[in-house]
């Protein structure tokens, strides 16, 4: 089984590209910082966050391109995929990503920094004004309906 699941923030914008052909599909990639989890670092030379690498292809591209942002939360699952290639210098070069198959946002967008919440990321529902109940709380049945209700 390959199952990836990782909760961390965006290092910077998705960089989306369309394939060429007949169905363009979109293709974002963007990397996530995740902490690595109980590890305090007293010296701050030491990393203690992982940056891994995440592909989306299609709806979920198109969904990271109108949404993701550099800092946001995100929750994403997917799986493991290994590659390599040869660069320009003859090199061979070896790659692993995570091919999304699921991502969600992990917080609300002032949480994130774009509102400047101080809250915890706490954000209260819009105030709506208090509804007149009418009677017993029960709807009115119009007049001039001649059918059995659909229950006993």
Do not use: W
């Not at 974002?28 to 203690?48: H, I, K």
Request: aromatic share 8%.
């Amino acid at each position: 089984m390959n199952k990836v699941i990782l909760m961390g923030r965006l290092t910077r914008d998705p960089e989306v590209r369309y394939s060429s052909g007949e169905n363009n599909m979109a293709i974002a990639r963007y990397s996530l910082a995740v902490d690595r989890r109980g590890r305090r670092s007293n010296n701050n030379d030491e990393q203690t966050a992982d940056f891994i690498n995440c592909v989306a292809f299609g709806k979920s591209g198109e969904f990271a391109e109108k949404y993701f942002k550099k800092g946001m939360k995100v929750l994403v699952t997917g799986r493991i995929q290994t590659g390599s290639y040869t660069n320009k210098d003859g090199q061979k070069v070896y790659t692993t990503d995570v091919v999304i198959e699921d991502q969600e946002f992990c917080e609300s967008k002032n949480a994130s920094g774009d509102g400047g919440n101080s809250n915890g990321g706490f954000v209260p529902a819009a105030k709506q004004e208090p509804q007149a109940e009418v009677g017993d709380g029960f709807m009115n049945i119009p007049d001039g309906i001649e059918e059995e209700l659909p229950f006993n």
